[in-house]
């Protein structure tokens, strides 16, 4: 399993530790992942995803999932949430 966002698709950086006498060392910037279920009530179901922080608050502010899908542009969602968008697009055209 990839350390990746699966919505907004944040991976692990690599950058330097400096220390004073000016050495550097190579380290990673994890992304703050947590395993989270969100419900979709287009599709009726439990979607489990592996998402940053950063994502769950925004999530939450459009107002969930399913808000949160059908506002963002794709080109900047994951392959996973790109699915899951096409997914909700075709259900809501159904309930239409």
């Given at each position: 399993?990839?350390?990746?966002?699966?919505?907004?698709?944040?991976?692990?950086?690599?950058?330097?530790?400096?220390?004073?006498?000016?050495?550097?060392?190579?380290?990673?910037?994890?992304?703050n992942l947590q395993a989270v279920t969100?419900?979709?009530?287009?599709?009726n179901k439990k979607i489990k995803l592996?998402?940053?922080?950063?994502?769950?608050?925004?999530?939450?502010?459009?107002?969930?999932?399913?808000?949160?899908?059908?506002?963002?542009?794709?080109?900047?969602?994951?392959?996973?949430?790109?699915?899951?968008?096409?997914?909700?697009?075709?259900?809501?055209?159904?309930?239409?």
């Amino acid at each position: 399993m990839t350390k990746a966002c699966d919505l907004s698709g944040k991976k692990v950086q690599f950058g330097n530790n400096v220390s004073k006498a000016n050495n550097k060392t190579r380290r990673k910037f994890n992304v703050n992942l947590q395993a989270v279920t969100f419900k979709s009530e287009l599709l009726n179901k439990k979607i489990k995803l592996s998402v940053a922080t950063s994502s769950i608050r925004t999530v939450s502010k459009f107002g969930g999932i399913d808000e949160f899908l059908t506002k963002t542009k794709s080109k900047k969602l994951s392959l996973k949430a790109k699915r899951l968008q096409r997914a909700m697009d075709i259900a809501a055209s159904k309930v239409s």
